[in-house]
């Protein structure tokens, strides 16, 4: 929560999961067969269409936050060190992410459509209450998709004039990372710890996994992990949504296994696990997760490129 976006990401991953519950759930309700949405685009899409859209807008909007996040954060320490790290750096840093990364710059897209999609079931739904919406699930996700559309927009444009109106502030979450000495009046100068560079002093013991396993980034990860392989098991536990949805969600399983832990293999492994059958009932991403987390450094996290480089930062497939 004290890092940049912090609040973002913890109200995008509630507010995703909230609306990916009220998804499954009108999926689930057994007189959704008698729905029909009025003619034109509305009855070619379908109430099952549309709810699994809405549903994979929502795992969007909760992959994308701590992806942001991420991506600003590399940025950041790339830009300026820890010691010389402010509201401005963190402005400058926030504007190269959104403008020159691809993945964010297409997910502002999908965003903007999210709401689009949201207005429309909500409209439909609201035509034929009784038979599309009898009990106010597909209704309450359209609310969701809705209020996260308007709650980002207004978040970030106060956070942006925040950062600006407070650019030359240090940043107090940064300060606490600098080793200080202070005897009486005299402070020790501060040295700006770059990415890749060796920090004066002994070197630090690389964190231990129940360390690793109990910072912010990782629990999210954590959390993003185990929603994705819900929602691959989701044929097993919810026959009606039907066998078609693996072959349309593993490349986004793949996609989103890439953005999480930035392995090719995992990602592939992630993939396969979706088209493959008897092979669903594997946890792949929450898997992927223990191994980064714990056996970073054995064999088998060696060749998925989990293993842990001298700078600190997981190597990658690349």
Request: glycine content about 10%; aromatic content about 12%.
């Amino acid at each position: 929560m004290n890092r940049p976006l912090g609040l973002y990401v913890a109200c995008a991953i509630l507010m995703s999961l909230a609306e990916i519950g009220f998804c499954l759930a009108a999926l689930l309700q057994d007189d959704l067969s008698n729905c029909s949405f009025p003619d034109g685009m509305a009855k070619s899409v379908g109430i099952g269409s549309w709810l699994r859209v809405q549903m994979g807008c929502a795992w969007l909007n909760l992959i994308f936050a701590p992806y942001i996040q991420h991506q600003l954060m590399q940025t950041l320490e790339a830009k300026a060190g820890v010691a010389d790290m402010d509201q401005k750096a963190i402005k400058e840093s926030f504007q190269e992410v959104f403008l020159h990364d691809i993945g964010v710059c297409l997910y502002v897209f999908a965003w903007i459509g999210s709401l689009v999609w949201s207005v429309c079931g909500l409209s439909w739904m609201r035509q034929t209450p009784a038979a599309c919406d009898p009990q106010g699930w597909g209704s309450a996700a359209a609310f969701v998709g809705i209020a996260f559309f308007w709650c980002l927009l207004f978040y970030g444009n106060v956070w942006y004039w925040y950062v600006s109106c407070t650019s030359h502030r240090p940043v107090k979450w940064a300060m606490k990372l600098i080793p200080a000495v202070t005897s009486g009046k005299v402070h020790a100068p501060q040295v700006s710890v770059m990415r890749g560079a060796s920090p004066a002093g002994p070197a630090l013991p690389p964190p231990s996994g129940c360390q690793k396993a109990c910072t912010a980034s990782q629990l999210a990860k954590l959390v993003a992990c185990i929603g994705l392989d819900f929602f691959g098991d989701a044929t097993y536990f919810f026959p009606v949504i039907g066998e078609g949805v693996d072959l349309a969600y593993a490349p986004i399983q793949g996609i989103a296994l890439m953005m999480l832990f930035g392995s090719r293999s995992i990602a592939t492994v992630g993939v396969l696990e979706e088209l493959l059958p008897f092979t669903d009932l594997m946890p792949t991403a929450t898997l992927g997760w223990i191994l980064e987390t714990f056996f970073a450094e054995s064999c088998l996290g060696r060749s998925l490129g989990f293993s842990q480089r001298q700078d600190g930062s997981s190597s990658s497939d690349e």
